[in-house]
T-cell receptor
Framework: KAGVTQTPRYLIKTRGQQVTLSCSPI?????VSWYQQTPGQGLQFLFE???????NKGNFPGRFSGRQFSNSRSEMNVSTLELGDSALYLC????????????FGPGTRLTVT | KNQVEQSPQSLIILEGKNCTLQ??????????LRWYKQDTGRGPVSLTI?????NTKSNGRYTATLDADTKQSSLHITASQLSDSASYIC?????????????FGTGTQLKVEL
């Protein structure tokens, strides 16, 4: 089985721009979660999507949004980028949700200048 | 507030030696505890998942223990190899009314040297 894939792997944007990241889960997995990872904060939960519905949300501003398509692929959008949004964005897929084993993708490294 | 604290923050050991990483948590109600290994520039990979009733679980040279009473877990690495150099992250899952919620530790950075 192919693993979780994320595109793009690297991205450089300037402040004020917006960005869309993509995640393709493992075939058959219906849950996709997104995380932000920074050296100082570690991994922080953004949101979880299950069957095209947002099921859980972390404590991030409304500039961070996501969606899930009928094929379970998910996108994450960040609008009005700030320097502090520079991070590794990871997505993880699981069969039914975060209570099950999660499989992480390689991440998208976002740099905001 | 749900919290997961890991120690030490970083560790350097010689190849072939054993080491133990610690994880203390205040997450409740407890659902399960996971250890992940994250190589530099890559996504985390699951090592073990333990529920309340499990107090030890092994995955090759990795052995995790869980003491649900004291809310402590440890990850023991036996006969370390250079490839064990990575960040090890402890994650605790809480079963809430809104579903399972994960709380992440900030990780222990392990470096294995010759």
């Amino acid at each position: 089985k192919a693993g979780v894939t994320q595109t793009p792997r690297y991205l450089i944007k300037t402040r004020g721009q917006q960005v869309t990241l993509s995640c393709s889960p493992i075939s058959g997995h219906r849950s996709v979660s997104w995380y932000q990872q920074t050296p100082g904060q570690g991994l922080q939960f953004l949101f979880e999507y299950f069957s095209e519905t947002q099921r859980n949300k972390g404590n991030f501003p409304g500039r961070f949004s996501g969606r899930q398509f009928s094929n379970s692929r998910s996108e994450m959008n960040v609008s009005t980028l700030e320097l502090g949004d520079s991070a590794l964005y990871l997505c993880a897929s699981s069969l039914e949700g975060v209570s099950y084993e999660q499989y992480f993708g390689p991440g998208t490294r976002l740099t905001v200048t | 507030k749900n919290q997961v604290e890991q120690s030490p923050q970083s560790l350097i050991i010689l190849e072939g030696k054993n080491c133990t990483l610690q994880c203390n948590y205040t997450v409740s109600p407890f659902s399960n505890l996971r250890w992940y290994k994250q190589d530099t520039g890559r996504g985390p990979v699951s090592l073990t998942i333990m529920t309340f009733s499990e107090n030890t679980k092994s995955n090759g040279r990795y052995t995790a223990t869980l003491d649900a009473d004291t809310k402590q877990s440890s990850l023991h690495i036996t006969a370390s190899q250079l490839s064990d150099s990575a960040s090890y992250i402890c994650v605790v899952s809480a079963l809430t009314g809104g579903g399972n919620k994960l709380t992440f530790g900030t990780g222990t950075q392990l470096k294995v040297e010759l």
